[in-house]
């Protein structure tokens, strides 16, 4: 454990002063029960991630683009801070291999969740601000994101806009408008996630999860629209 935590260390330049943070920031709450029971799990710093990774994502958004309104602003950063996003820059970093979980979750698949793995990448950011500082943690981040940055955020604001482009496309070839609907919502308070239920017409089309109500609309959306946009290419390729 300790040469796969010091490699991890390695893979995202940063080397902990105090390594029980990095190990905390690693605990799935089903690892704290039993025999584990009272080891603190990660949730608090997933909690101090998030807002932390928001913020220095913003702010340099806000720098990048003076120009831009608040409305452009919040969808590039939500082209940029989603599940998807943080879920693969855990895939990039193996933290799903070195996660602790509780035998239950390892027999669910749990540690190739992307939910579980964007939580857990979020519990980090917490883990590197609390061994560092602010500027430490925002330098950090700026560098793990930049390539995602320069790909992703200048389309951001019309790439994702799924639930509007599905809604266009729908009205085109009067199919109805979509409905969103919450099925469960799961998770602890402060960090819930969303089951979202998309309809046409009564019909469920897709589901989607997601860390809000909007995140999980627009994965729904994601789903149908291409799902639509292939279906309308095989009948024009049939000449329909």
């Known amino acids: 454990m300790r040469t796969e935590l010091k490699k991890l260390q390695a893979a995202t330049g940063y080397h902990f002063k105090n390594e029980s943070h990095l190990i905390e920031a690693l605990t799935h709450k089903s690892f704290s029960v039993d025999e584990h029971k009272g080891q603190a799990n990660n949730e608090r710093f997933e909690f101090l991630g998030d807002s932390i ?3 220095v994502i913003a702010a340099d958004l806000v720098s990048q683009f003076p120009a831009d309104a608040e409305g452009i602003l919040s969808k590039k950063r939500a082209s940029l801070v989603n599940q998807t996003t943080l879920a693969e820059i855990a895939k990039n970093l193996s933290l799903s291999k070195l996660i602790q979980f509780g035998p239950g979750e390892i027999k669910q698949g749990s540690p190739a969740n ?31 994101f930049k390539e995602i940055t320069v790909e992703q955020s200048e389309s951001g ?12 496309l729908t ?25 979202i239920s998309l309809k046409m017409n009564q019909t469920e089309k897709s589901r989607a ?32």
């Open 53 to 55: 990774l928001n913020f």
């Open 114 to 144: 992307p939910r579980i793995l964007a939580s857990a990448f979020e519990a980090l950011i917490g883990a590197v601000y609390l061994d560092s500082d602010y500027k430490t943690v925002e330098n950090w981040l700026l560098n793990l």
């Open 157 to 168: 604001s019309q790439a994702l806009d799924y639930k509007t482009r599905l809604q266009e």
């Open 171 to 195: 009205q085109k070839h009067k199919l109805g408008t979509p409905t969103y609907e919450v099925i469960t919502t799961s998770g602890p308070s402060h960090k819930p996630h969303f089951l």
């Open 209 to 240: 999860v997601g860390a809000s109500k909007k995140v999980a609309e627009q994965a729904a959306a994601e789903i149908y629209l291409n799902e639509l946009i292939k279906e309308t290419l095989k009948g024009e390729k049939n000449g329909f």
